[in-house]
Each structure stands twice: as structure tokens, then as C-alpha cells.
């Protein structure tokens, strides 16, 4: 991680932010925006490898940040970084592109560890919110809604929503990374899905992962 932003509109919780990117990565370079509109500037001005965005911001939510980052600047990671866990606000998030949902009531070294497992390919998401989505896809799911997946491809998006790498992945299940990332593209693109995130809800939902 180099350039990293921190959307925090409270100065006090902005600090401890910045302090947990501090920790969690080496000599990255800090942008702070307490605003959409700061946000923006920032955004347009600069290449961005992670962005920690709050939602309730004074000039609108964060979720409109985190669409605008992934159709402009698809490789920049979005991690949401907030006090509300009910499902209006986790699941457009994660529909605009979040790859992660972080609580704030979490402690700091649960952040940093939750942060400094991008580096290793894994989604950082607090487990109260992993609880959640697991609830939420805690139904039967009728045949004609289950996607045609081989069961390769099921292996594959098992092993990477348990938080593998790409190579890890391959290395357990006796394959090349070259093929794990084949498979993936055909996996994200029959369950129209774009990040790890999104495919791991879908591999709670299809009861491929448990928690």
C-alpha cells in the first residue's frame, strides 16, 4: 500500500484511522477528506491503492464514493469503515464495489489485522457483518436460482471466500495459479459478480462456506 485515503468527517475518529493505516502498512502516503466534495478532489487528483470511506458524511454518503472509485479507478481497494450494520447500508455498499465492511467498534489491533489481510488476498470484514450476510442468505435457495457452476469452479470460490490467495488456492486443490485465475473469471462472470466480496456473499448464499 502506498496511497491510502481516510473519508472520516470526525476529527477524533479521522486520528485513530489514520493511526491503524500507520500501523497496518510501511511508509504510506495519507489523504484525509472530512467530505464528498474533498473526497472527490482527492480522488481525481491522485492514483489511491486503498480508501477507508465512512458513510454518513455531511454532504451525502459514502456509497456514492465508493461507485464513483470503482467505475474511475478500478484497482483501488474500498474498505467501509462505519458505526451502522444493518443491511441498508451493508448491502449497497457491496453492490457499488465496497470490498470490505469494517465496524468501528471494533478495537485497533483488530483493524490492523483486518487491513493487513488485503496484502494476503483476504476481504477485511468485522465478524458481526460476516454473521449478517450469513443470515441473511440463511434460506433454502430454489435449484433454478443456484448458478451453473462445475464443481471445480465451486471448489475454487470456496477456497477464495475462506480467504485463500489466488496461489493458495492452487496449491491445496493441485492446480496452477494460471488456472485458479481461469476459473475465476468464468465464476465472477456467471454469477456477475467483479470483486472478492461480492463472490463471497455468493458462496455464503449457495452455502459453499460456512462461518
Excluded at 50 to 58: F, G, V, W
Excluded at 142 to 148: A, G, L
Excluded at 161 to 167: D, E, I, M, Y
Amino acid at each position: 500500500m502506498q496511497n491510502v485515503l481516510i473519508l472520516e468527517d470526525h476529527p477524533e475518529t479521522r486520528e485513530w484511522l489514520t493511526s491503524i493505516i500507520q500501523q497496518a502498512f510501511v511508509e504510506v502516503e495519507l489523504f484525509e477528506a472530512s467530505s464528498l466534495a474533498q473526497a472527490r478532489k482527492i480522488i481525481n487528483d491522485n492514483q489511491l491503492d486503498l480508501a477507508l470511506i465512512d458513510l454518513n458524511l455531511p454532504d451525502g454518503n459514502g456509497v456514492e464514493i465508493i461507485s464513483e472509485i470503482s467505475q474511475k479507478s478500478p484497482d483501488t481497494y474500498c474498505v467501509v469503515a462505519t458505526i451502522f450494520d444493518d443491511d441498508n447500508y451493508l448491502f449497497p455498499a457491496l453492490e457499488a464495489g465496497a470490498q470490505g465492511y469494517l465496524l468501528k467498534e471494533q478495537t485497533t489491533d483488530e483493524f490492523i489485522q483486518n487491513l493487513q489481510g488485503i496484502i494476503k488476498g483476504e476481504p477485511p470484514i468485522s465478524p458481526a457483518i460476516a454473521r449478517k450476510m450469513i443470515n441473511h442468505f440463511h434460506s433454502d435457495i430454489q435449484p433454478s436460482d443456484k448458478p451453473d457452476l462445475s464443481n471445480r469452479e465451486k471448489e475454487i470460490l470456496g477456497a477464495i471466500a475462506k480467504g485463500l490467495s489466488r496461489n493458495e488456492a492452487a496449491e491445496i486443490l493441485g492446480i496452477t495459479s494460471n488456472t485458479v485465475a481461469s476459473h475465476l473469471k468464468s465464476i465472477y462472470g456467471k454469477l456477475n459478480v467483479s470483486n472478492r466480496a461480492q463472490a463471497t456473499l455468493e458462496a455464503l448464499r449457495l452455502g459453499l462456506v460456512k462461518p
